[in-house]
C-alpha cells in the first residue's frame, strides 16, 4: 500500500474491524445488497466503462460492475487488506477476469489520472479524513464528464436502525455511530448540504441528492442479530467502554429492541441512505 494519511482509519480497517467484515462477508452483504440496484442504476455503467470503486471493501458492488461492464473493467480500492483478500477470492471463484483489487486510501491514492469512467461507492466514503481532498483526487480520475455515483448513510434517527442504538443509549456513554465533531464515521454525510458543499469543493457539478430506502438483513432472529450487531466494531468499543453488567444490560436492550422486527424467520430493518450523483466537468 502506498501513502496513508487516514491513519486511524487504516488501522481499524486492517485490525479487529476489517477482520469482523472479511469474516462475515455474506451478513453484511445481506445487510447492504439492498441498495445494489439504487447505486449501478443511477451510475449508469455501460459495457464498456472503467469503473473505479472506492471503499470497495469484500468487492460485491465491484464485482456487480464489473457484470455490468464485460468489455470494460472495474478496480476497487481499499485501505482494509482482509477484506481486499476477500474480494479478490470471491471474484476469483465467480471467474471474473474484469476486475482488480488495490489496496489504497483515496484520498492520496495515485489514480491513473482521467483513468475511469464512473465512480461509484456503497457507504465507503464516510470515512475520509479530508473529504474534499478525497472527492478532489477521484475527480482526477475520472475522465472529463465522468460520473460519480454513492450512498451514504442518512441520519440514524431516520433508520431504523437509530430506533435499536436509541434502546442501547442509557447503558452506553454514547449512542452508537455518532459521529463526532464532524469527523469522519457512519454519519458524515448525513446531511444533504454537507455533501454538496463537500462534491462542490472538491470540483464536482450536477450535483443530486435523492433519498433512497431499502430493507436490510441482520440475522435470523432478535438474538442472532444481537450478536452480530454487538460484535460490530462501533458496538462493540462502547460496550468495552462500560462495566460488565452495564455490557450485559446495553445487549439485553439491544436484543429486546430487534423483536419487533423479526419476521418470516429473519430481522429486517429499513435502512435510510442518500444516493448521491455528481459529474467531473
Known amino acids: 500500500m502506498g501513502s496513508v494519511v487516514n491513519t486511524h482509519q487504516a488501522e481499524a480497517w486492517n485490525g479487529y474491524e476489517g477482520e469482523h467484515w472479511a469474516g462475515n462477508q455474506d451478513r453484511y452483504d445481506a445487510v447492504n445488497s439492498g441498495f445494489n440496484d439504487h447505486l449501478l442504476d443511477a451510475a449508469a455503467v455501460g459495457e464498456g466503462d472503467r469503473v473505479l470503486d472506492i471503499g470497495c471493501g469484500n468487492g460485491q458492488v465491484t464485482r456487480l460492475a464489473a457484470r455490468r461492464a464485460p468489455l ?7 485501505l482494509s487488506a482482509p477484506m481486499l483478500a476477500r474480494a479478490r477470492a470471491s471474484a476469483a471463484a465467480e471467474g471474473l477476469a474484469n476486475v482488480t483489487f488495490e489496496q489504497g486510501d483515496a484520498q492520496v491514492h495515485p489514480f491513473p489520472a482521467a483513468g475511469s469512467d464512473v465512480a461509484v461507492s456503497r457507504f465507503g466514503i464516510m470515512f475520509f479524513a479530508d473529504p474534499v481532498a478525497a472527492f478532489a483526487n477521484i475527480g482526477r480520475a475520472l475522465r472529463p464528464g465522468g460520473r460519480l455515483a454513492f450512498l451514504s448513510l442518512r441520519r440514524m434517527e431516520d433508520n ?11 447503558h452506553l456513554p454514547r449512542r452508537p455511530a455518532t459521529t ?10 448525513a ?17 443530486d441528492v435523492t433519498a433512497v430506502d431499502a430493507p436490510q438483513h441482520w440475522g435470523r432472529d432478535a438474538e442472532d442479530a444481537g450478536a452480530f450487531l454487538g460484535a460490530w466494531g462501533p458496538v462493540r468499543f462502547l460496550l468495552d467502554q462500560v462495566d460488565p453488567a452495564a455490557a450485559a444490560q446495553a445487549h439485553e436492550a439491544l436484543v429486546e429492541a430487534l423483536r419487533p422486527f423479526e419476521q418470516a424467520g429473519a430481522v429486517r430493518l429499513r435502512g435510510a441512505a442518500w444516493l448521491v450523483t455528481a459529474a467531473r466537468p
Open 191 to 207: 446531511d444533504p448540504g454537507r455533501v454538496r458543499e463537500v462534491l462542490s469543493g472538491a470540483g464536482f457539478g450536477k450535483v
Open 160 to 170: 431504523e436502525l437509530g430506533e435499536v442504538f436509541a434502546a442501547m443509549a442509557r
Open 72 to 78: 470494460g473493467h472495474a478496480t476497487g480500492v481499499d
Open 180 to 189: 463526532e465533531h464532524g469527523g469522519p464515521g457512519p454519519e458524515s454525510l
